[in-house]
């Protein structure tokens, strides 16, 4: 089992910056992919940024360019940097780690974009 907690969610203006982190726990030495997913209201779940533990990331198109993923292998830890944020980035963030059998989710952390 691994266990994920996020922090670093909260409420920023328009064109603001936010950093997301994620700690998994447990059996943490089996994960190979680490990410950030988001669900605004009414919307499906959609993939943010990934990065595996060898150092390959990916991005949704709405935030290249914006965001950027990293990871602390020995600490379990992966980053979101958000910067120019939109309104339309509002939305829970989930933390996603993925050991290629089961897909572990955090409790998400809220991420508000006023403008």
């Known amino acids: 089992q691994v266990q994920l907690v996020e922090s670093g969610g909260g409420l920023v203006q328009a064109e603001g910056s936010l950093r997301l982190s994620c700690t998994a726990s447990?059996?943490?030495?089996?994960?190979?992919?680490m990410g950030w997913y988001r669900q605004a209201p009414g919307k499906q779940r959609e993939l943010v940024a990934l990065?595996?533990?060898?150092?390959?990331?990916s991005y949704a198109r709405s935030v290249k360019g914006r965001f950027y993923i990293s990871r602390e292998n020995p600490k379990n830890t992966v980053y979101l940097q958000m910067n120019s944020l939109k309104p339309e980035d509002t939305a829970v963030y989930y933390c996603?780690?993925?050991?290629?059998?089961?897909?572990?989710w955090g409790q998400g952390t809220q991420v508000t974009v006023s403008s």
């Open positions: 996603n780690a993925d050991d290629g059998n089961v897909p572990y």
């Open positions: 447990g059996s943490s030495f089996s994960i190979d992919t």
């Open positions: 990065m595996t533990r060898a150092g390959s990331r």
